[in-house]
């Protein structure tokens, strides 16, 4: 069974910085694509940032430059640093994961529009306080 369960969300002051960690387990492919998706009440969910099993990543316009997908294959964790933190980034975030040789833009857009395509973490919640 597949299981990926977040950590290391919390309160953080503007400017500062947290690092989410996802634990992955169940799956018997090493074709994975995964990936951190944020929701705020009344919005819908979406996708910042994503990593193929090639590695090549993809991310979004709001965060570029900000915070970094990263995996560790060994430990078998995904993680997404996260710096120059901004009260806007406050949202649940939520890793994902999905089967197949997929880019990570074309991960990012169908798990958006399809989410039942892949797996979900129960997601973490941050908060950024200006």
């Known amino acids: 069974q597949i299981h990926l369960v977040e950590s290391g969300g919390g309160s953080v002051q503007a400017e500062g910085s947290l690092r989410l960690s996802c634990a992955v387990s169940?799956?018997?492919?090493?074709?994975?694509?995964m990936g951190w998706f944020r929701q705020v009440p009344g919005k819908a969910r979406e996708g910042i940032a994503a990593?193929?099993?090639?590695?090549?990543?993809r991310y979004a316009d709001a965060i570029k430059g900000r915070f970094t997908i990263s995996q560790d294959n060994a430990k078998n964790t995904l993680y997404l640093q996260m710096d120059s933190l901004k009260p806007d980034d406050s949202a649940m975030y939520y890793c994902?994961?999905?089967?197949?040789?997929?880019?990570?833009?074309?991960?990012?857009?169908?798990?958006?529009?399809?989410?039942?395509?892949?797996?979900w973490g129960q997601g973490t919640q941050v908060t950024v306080s200006s």
């Open positions: 169940g799956f018997t492919d090493r074709r994975v694509c």
């Open positions: 990593i193929a099993n090639d590695g090549s990543t």
């Open positions: 994902a994961a999905a089967k197949g040789a997929l880019t990570a833009d074309s991960f990012m857009r169908t798990m958006t529009d399809f989410p039942d395509f892949g797996y």
